[in-house]
């Protein structure tokens, strides 16, 4: 009977997992055709595969605390400054054929244990900061302890990257 009960779990999460993935499928195409809906189907099946096989592996666990999910609320006004910082640099090539610096740059960045917690903290820190469209963190750098990332204007370090280990 565990077994059954086990089973049926299981084809809960699988089946809440495909109906997410759908969903997004739906929302992000914008479009409820019958084939786009059969096509999207496929895709969040295959998604959903994908997701379990990964599961398995055990690559890593994703340890977060809830201070390093909430910096994301920080990213609205970063999308803003870095959109303000690219058309900036756009302005300036175009107007005053001024080239953009485009500058590769690092910044010291403290977690680097190779603990789960650790790697976490600098997965969040590398997304969010990438989200930003200003800086593209190209890596972290643990044996020298540098965040490495591209700007095509130079600005401080966000908060939200400080937050979770960069620049401290």
């Not at 994301?72 to 690219?86: A, C, D, F, Q, S």
């Not at 190779?114 to 903290?121: G, I, K, L, P, Q």
């Not at 469209?133 to 966000?158: C, T, W, Y």
Request: glycine share 6%; aromatic share 8%.
């Amino acid at each position: 009977m565990r077994d059954f009960v086990r089973v049926l779990e299981q084809l809960a999460w699988w089946t809440a997992q495909w109906a997410v993935l759908f969903a997004l499928w739906l929302l992000l195409v914008g479009n409820t055709d019958h084939g786009e809906a059969l096509v999207g189907a496929g895709a969040a099946i295959a998604g959903t595969v994908a997701m379990h096989v990964v599961e398995r592996q055990h690559l890593a666990k994703f340890l977060a605390r809830p201070d390093w999910l909430l910096q994301i609320w920080r990213l609205p006004k970063y999308v803003l400054t870095g959109t303000w910082e690219i058309l900036s640099v756009l302005t300036a090539q175009l107007v005053r054929r001024r080239p953009a610096p485009s500058l590769m740059r690092t910044a010291p960045y403290e977690v680097c244990e190779e603990d789960d917690a650790s790697a976490t903290e600098r997965a969040l820190a590398v997304a969010y900061t990438t989200m930003t469209p200003n800086f593209i963190v190209l890596g972290i750098d643990q044996a020298r302890h540098r965040m490495v990332f591209h700007q095509l204007k130079q600005s401080e370090v966000p908060t939200m990257a400080r937050r979770l280990g960069a620049g401290r």
